[in-house]
């Protein structure tokens, strides 16, 4: 009884992605330290209703309301008592309830930004993949946070290579002993690359990540830099580090997943393979270290360790992710929103590769950035861009 009630009660929020697939194998390498207790997932039902058969949770919610008859009655079929729901109030209610004590957050784009926050307000522990909810609201998320005690461990392998970096020094100290932080990026797909060689790419070119496995519009953020723009401005909020210390340095081998150098001198750097079970573990049994699945890193076979500046001309995205930081309020938000909308239109072969950078430019430019006191702000800030880039991409 003692090791049930030790247990971690785990939701796990966009669980049939690549972040979620990862989290359950490192979960379940440990039954005797935590319990799926809620599979969320957007519109993959099926997928959801195999997951329920392996995991056995006590709750699962499909995102698309109109998939619940289907979601209720593949649980009944299958024998499992685990309860079915459907829709965002759901997903938030239990993100907040005692179903969980740690979440992982992996709901991909701004989607994922109410059931974070509930999560937070509510005290959880949060392993936290969506970087929307830090772009969107970062100064409203840490702040919630901080109010409830919540607990957010980045799980972005940049992120929890500083997270752990800094953990090396008090804690409590926030920036106060960090030089700069230095971010680094794979450089994706195209790395070397000029400007006008860009104007032809494919969707299937700009999802093949040379080294990470992760969703078509990460992989399309990955390819344009602005997943590294997007990172930049959470690192801000994350640890409270002003956006002028911190750099980005393109890293081809994608081996250092991030830096941080402290006013002594000193520079730590976190290292392992590209493979987000690691993060994943030190998220879900942090301040120890668990089995994650995942080999050491072995220097002599990898050679060399390269780092280069990043071609800013090339890849306007990352210039206008600091262009917003920079701006503040709503920017970000503004910059979020064009970026998901032209990034959908890219995949679906509305636009070009180029097209992506012009149209969140244009969003920025258009909307001046206004203060973000609340959500409701934000969200109308969120939504005016999507229509005004919308309305630009079906002009063009």
Same mark, same amino acid.
């Given at each position: ?5 030790? +247990? ?54 499909? *995102? ?62 949060? !392993? ?32 929890? *290579? ?19 932080? !230095? ?135 990352? *210039? ?33 590769? +180029? ?19 609340? +959500?409701?702000? +934000? !969200? ?14 079906? *002009?063009?």
């Amino acid at each position: 009884m003692d090791a049930a009630m030790n +247990l971690r009660r785990v939701a796990v929020l966009g669980a049939t992605g690549s972040i979620g697939a990862s989290a359950l194998d490192v979960i379940a390498r440990h039954p005797d330290r935590f319990q799926v207790t809620v599979l969320a997932a957007g519109r993959q039902l099926q997928a959801l209703l195999d997951l329920c058969r392996t995991h056995q949770p006590t709750h699962a919610v499909i *995102a698309d309301e109109q998939l619940y008859p289907a979601l209720r009655d593949g649980l009944r079929a299958a024998g499992l008592a685990t309860q079915p729901h459907a829709g965002s109030a759901a997903l938030d209610q239990l993100a907040a309830s005692d179903a969980c004590d740690t979440v992982v957050a992996a709901i991909v784009g701004a989607a994922g930004l109410s059931s974070t926050l509930a999560a937070a307000a509510a005290g959880k522990r949060i !392993l936290l993949a969506n970087k929307e909810s830090l772009v969107l609201a970062g100064e409203l998320l840490t702040r919630t946070a901080e109010r409830a005690g919540a607990e957010i461990i980045p799980i972005d392998s940049e992120h929890s *290579a500083i997270f752990q970096c800094l953990r090396s020094r008090d804690a409590s100290l926030d920036g106060a002993g960090v030089r700069r932080i !230095l971010l680094t990026a794979s450089g994706g797909p195209f790395r070397g690359r000029r400007r006008a060689d860009l104007e032809q790419v494919t969707p299937a070119q700009a999802v093949a990540h040379p080294k990470w496995s992760m969703g078509p519009k990460i992989s399309v953020d990955s390819a344009t830099l602005m997943n590294k723009g997007l990172e930049v401005i959470e690192a801000h909020h994350l640890f409270h580090v002003p956006a002028q210390r911190i750099q980005v340095l393109v890293h081809p081998q994608s081996l250092v997943h991030s830096l941080v150098e402290f006013i002594d001198g000193s520079t730590l750097a976190q290292m392992g393979l590209p493979d987000m079970r690691t993060t994943l573990a030190v998220g879900l049994g942090w301040p120890q270290r668990i089995e994650a699945g995942v080999g050491g890193l072995d220097l002599l076979a990898q050679g060399r360790l390269d780092f280069e500046a990043p071609d800013t001309d090339a890849f306007p995205c990352l *210039a206008l992710a600091w262009q917003a930081m920079d701006a503040g309020g709503t920017a970000p938000a503004v910059l979020n929103a064009a970026n998901e909308e032209a990034v959908s239109a890219f995949l679906q072969g509305r636009v070009g590769f +180029l097209a992506i950078p012009a149209l969140v430019a244009n969003a920025l430019s258009t909307l001046p950035a206004e203060p973000a006191d609340t +959500l409701e702000v +934000l !969200l109308s800030a969120d939504q005016r861009a999507r229509q005004l880039t919308l309305n630009a991409i079906a *002009a063009a």
